[in-house]
């Protein structure tokens, strides 16, 4: 188990090294109501709220390709004020994303 | 008819505006013109929600220079490279010289702008870049540089390199923000300063000491054969160096600032008295920080320019100060001996001073911004208090710093008071007269209780003990060679409210869907207290356990992985051992934060009371209405907020409580810190309790997944105290705040109009009285009313400098987002006396 952790570490680490301004697919996690976004940044990391069994979340993007996900799920709405959502579960503040 | 039109405000006499209680006309109408041209011109640099103000950019010059730098000594030692690339910025950034300045030193390039650290974290740097608000123009161009300053970056942060050390499962878990607030990284700290040994011996003093150091070293590993303990003097030269490097930098920074006023002075200055005023800036600049003040403006300049200087080198989320104990001296020697400066003149000066405090600002995280929004950081100057030898410390710089605070209005920084029996009465009512006027500080803290609190903690001999300073909004510091806790890590913060949802859902977080918490059993099938309890006190130890796990780790590698030079300099404990400030050889002051407390204490009693003794739901039923968020169980919900709550000292809630403290005081002594100290609990909230609504999940105080936390670390739920004041004081007294404790953050709301004038004085200080009495460690009040803030809501452009307590520091009300500040209208006033 810890080795797993260790593995996500590496993902969030690594990811937020490369992944966090790379372009945005048009189904992307940042898009989906399993995304939990994490609440140190803005850079776009969190992980995803499906649970699949003896497995650990995984970290994931906002950007991160979901095209070949079953559980993608579109979110219904997105805010992206950073001037009044704190952590509301429909907040996006990465660019990338629009308001909707 | 021509000639300007005077306002309606500018028309009413000053004691008009007193009547009517808005204190903002009276300070604009009271202030000096050039007091109110500082303050106007100033910038803010708080956040509101978590988006920077419309306006405020990140200064490219920092990154740019700093990276430079960073590239071009890629062969030194890391303490190295960072002392010359902070020499680098030091030498060639832009500065510039405000009108009607006379205190130089900014953080930045230009007014308007914020620091930007790109070495401390990934993270960070993402997270400026998707950054929609202070991406300087042309943005295109900006954010280009801003990508190749992360490509840099990135692989080498000091979060990169500390994440990949720290213990995996603790690291990702922290970093999600279920459990815990903060970063372990030695850039992003709580810094206590130690002032007598810069006043003693200013920079070229130090200089000089670690010349001694270095020739020493020298001696000894080069002129003869090492004894085996002399290697380590390899590494010790190596920081020394780097030391150096940064204090001579920084005198070389102060001293372009003089340059430039003799410049403009010379030059260009047609004003015989800015000429004037400019001459003693260049004077001052040229002294300050390389030798000891002599004046009260060179002091306040050398203070000043050090808390700069720390910026430009790290984020010092907290600016720990003792401003009347150290500036007091030298006050009273230019003011009531000398009689080199007027008293007025004095307090303009301090004026500025605070507002030179409250432009400072960097780009910060997003979990920051949100949490203490309105501000920068939590910048709490303590005032007041005792000297080493048990008298009354509060002097003329105390009122002076007190009278100027109401002058100027600024959020940050504020005061807390160390209040003790022998305070002299003509600071009180100062201290009264800043509450009054709705600063929302100082604080009232309990001098006798936090002096023997820093004893039984940290083990500080009594008269450094009386020498505490507040190290960020809470806990008491030393300032002390051997008790000055060089920066503390913000990571070791729990959100303790987690700990009863994992104790009611066997340690799987609800929000997050992710097992977290250790398996302690299905909830459902709980058949006493004691069960559930004992579930909630595994829960919480584990939380603890592992955020203070991942808090040490990170102070213990940090020396390595993310020196830092110029702090290193300043402290005599570190320039004495040639060791880095991260190094754990102080005496130490840790502490944990505890965010949504109390909300436990709460819970627990419901469940005891409406499961347990009268046994009008099972468990299964209430784990089943909480797995809903309530949601179809309304009326039960109702029974669950009507139970028994904290606050109106009844004993079977909060003898409850008392037990929850002592429990986890008791777990402090048996982890410990890598200087071998223990962890006490601090609770206490700032706008996490906003911010952590929609992380923690319905629980048995009645609380909604979304519903706001309650704001303090002993306060009641907003709303939930029912029988006043006393009761109030009596439920938070029952707390032991010496053993149980390092410090609990206590907000009250009182009535303006009942404490008006000389009686008001009388009854809150009768209050206060109490309170000490009673060894309450902490109280903080808001004393504005809800029409006013909800006028303030309505029209914000006409209350600018209205502000407001939140839980640890002040804000701006209207620099708060709705959500906030509807909290702020939600706490209960207080009527005293009655």
């Known amino acids: 188990m810890s080795d797993d952790w260790a593995k996500l570490r590496d993902q969030f680490v690594m990811g937020g090294v490369q992944k966090g301004r790379q372009a945005m697919p048009e189904k992307a996690c940042g898009k989906c109501e399993h995304f939990r976004q994490h609440s140190a940044s803005a850079a776009g990391d969190g992980h995803c709220a499906v649970i699949v069994e003896n497995e650990l979340n995984k970290v994931v993007f906002d950007n991160t390709d979901a095209s070949q996900c079953s559980q993608y799920k579109e979110i219904d709405r997105i805010r992206t004020d950073t001037s009044e959502f704190m952590w509301d579960p429909t907040f996006r503040p990465q660019r990338q994303i629009e308001e909707k | ?834």
Not at chain 2, 2 to 22: H, L
Not at chain 2, 520 to 548: C, H, N, P, R, V
Request: proline fraction near 5%; include cysteine; hydrophobic fraction near 40%.
């Open chain 2, 1 to 834: 008819m021509g000639g300007p039109k005077m306002s309606a405000v500018e028309m009413r006499s000053i004691e008009e505006i007193e009547k009517s209680g808005q204190w903002w006309w009276w300070a604009e109408q009271k202030r000096s013109k050039r007091l109110d041209y500082l303050r106007k011109a100033v910038w803010k640099k708080g956040a509101k929600g978590s988006g920077y103000q419309p306006g405020v950019k990140v200064d490219l010059e920092r990154p740019i220079l700093y990276t430079q730098a960073f590239q071009a000594n890629e062969h030194d030692p890391l303490i190295i490279r960072h002392a010359k690339a902070l020499a680098h910025v030091w030498d060639n950034i832009t500065i510039f010289i405000q009108d009607h300045a006379q205190i130089m030193g900014y953080l930045g390039s230009r007014p308007h702008t914020i620091v930007w650290h790109p070495e401390i974290l990934f993270l960070l740097n993402e997270d400026l870049y998707n950054d929609r608000t202070v991406i300087p123009e042309p943005e295109e161009r900006s954010l280009r540089i801003i990508r190749e300053i992360c490509d840099y970056w990135n692989p080498q942060t000091a979060g990169t390199k500390m994440f990949s050390k720290l213990p995996p499962e603790e690291i990702v878990k922290l970093m999600t923000g279920a459990i815990g607030w903060g970063l372990p990284i030695h850039r992003i700290g709580y810094c206590t300063k130690q002032w007598d040994y810069m006043f003693r011996l200013g920079f070229e003093g130090i200089i000089a000491e670690i010349d001694a150091k270095m020739a020493e070293a020298e001696e000894r590993i080069y002129r003869r054969v090492p004894e085996p303990e002399d290697y380590e003097y390899y590494k010790k030269l190596d920081i020394w160096k780097a030391m150096k490097i940064t204090l001579e930098a920084a005198v070389r920074w102060a001293r372009r600032y003089s340059r430039l006023a003799r410049i403009i002075a010379e030059n260009f200055e047609t004003d015989p008295q800015r000429k004037q005023e400019l001459e003693r800036i260049a004077e001052t600049c040229w002294k300050v920080p390389a030798r000891p003040p002599e004046h009260l403006w060179e002091s306040l300049q050398f203070d000043h320019f050090v808390q700069i200087l720390t910026r430009y080198e790290a984020c010092d989320g907290a600016w720990p100060a003792r401003p009347d104990y150290w500036h007091g001296p030298f006050y009273d020697k230019d003011v009531n001996q000398d009689k080199v400066l007027t008293k007025e003149e004095a307090l303009d000066l301090t004026g500025e001073f605070l507002i030179r405090c409250y432009e400072v600002g960097w780009f910060w995280l997003m979990l920051a911004r949100d949490t203490l929004q309105g501000i920068t950081g939590t910048w709490v100057w303590t005032l007041g208090g005792v000297n080493e030898d048990g008298t009354d410390a509060c002097n003329d710089m105390t009122d002076c710093l007190l009278e100027a605070a109401r002058l100027v209005r600024v959020a940050n920084p504020t005061f807390a008071f160390r209040y003790h029996p022998q305070v002299r009465m003509q600071t009180l009512r100062n201290v009264f007269e800043c509450i009054r006027q709705g600063l929302g500080y100082p604080s009232m803290r309990n001098d006798p209780i936090l002096i023997a609190n820093a004893m039984h903690w940290h083990r500080h001999p009594l008269k450094e003990a009386r020498r505490w300073v507040h190290q960020a909004c809470m806990s008491p510091c030393p300032d002390t060679k051997w008790g000055c806790q060089p920066f503390r890590m913000a990571n070791a913060t729990i959100i303790a409210a987690k700990a009863m949802e994992y104790a009611l859902f066997d340690g799987f977080d609800q929000v997050l869907q992710m097992q977290f918490g250790p398996h302690t059993g299905d909830a459902s099938k709980f058949e006493s207290f004691e069960e559930l309890y004992q579930a909630w006190y595994t829960q919480i130890k584990w939380m603890m356990d592992t955020l203070t796990k991942v808090t040490g780790a990170g102070r213990y590698n940090s020396s390595e992985l993310d020196p830092r030079p110029f702090l290193s300099a300043i402290y005599e404990r570190c320039v004495d051992l040639g060791v880095d400030s991260a190094h754990p050889s102080e005496r130490g002051n840790s502490w944990i934060t505890f965010f949504a407390w109390m909300e436990t204490g709460d819970s627990l009693a419901a469940v005891k009371k409406l499961v347990f003794d009268e046994r009008k739901y099972t468990m299964a039923q209430l784990i089943e209405a909480l797995r809903n968020n309530w949601e179809g169980y309304e009326e039960m919900r109702m029974d669950f907020v009507r139970a028994p709550k904290w606050g109106n000292d009844d004993d079977y809630v909060d003898q409850i409580h008392v037990r929850c403290h002592n429990d986890v005081a008791a777990h402090s002594w048996e982890i410990k810190d890598p200087t071998g100290n223990p962890w006490p609990p601090l609770p206490e909230n700032i706008a996490a309790y906003v911010t952590n609504a929609t992380k923690v999940w319905a629980l048995p105080n009645g609380r909604r997944l979304g519903d706001t936390l309650y704001d303090g670390g002993c306060s009641p739920g907003a709303g939930l105290d029912k029988k006043g004041p006393t009761a109030v004081l009596r439920s938070v007294a029952k707390i032991d705040h010496i053993g149980a404790v390092r410090a609990t953050l206590l907000n009250q709301r009182l009535n303006p109009t009942q404490l008006a004038g000389e009686k008001g004085f009388q009854i809150w200080h009768s209050y206060i009285k109490t309170w000490a009495d009673l060894g309450i460690d902490h109280v903080q009040f808001n004393m504005v009313d809800n029409e006013t803030l909800k006028a303030a809501q309505k029209e914000p452009e006409k209350y600018p400098e209205l502000i407001v307590r939140i839980a640890g520091y002040s804000a701006h009300f209207i620099d708060l987002n709705k959500k906030t500040q509807d909290t702020i209208i939600a706490r209960n006033v207080q009527s005293l006396g009655s």
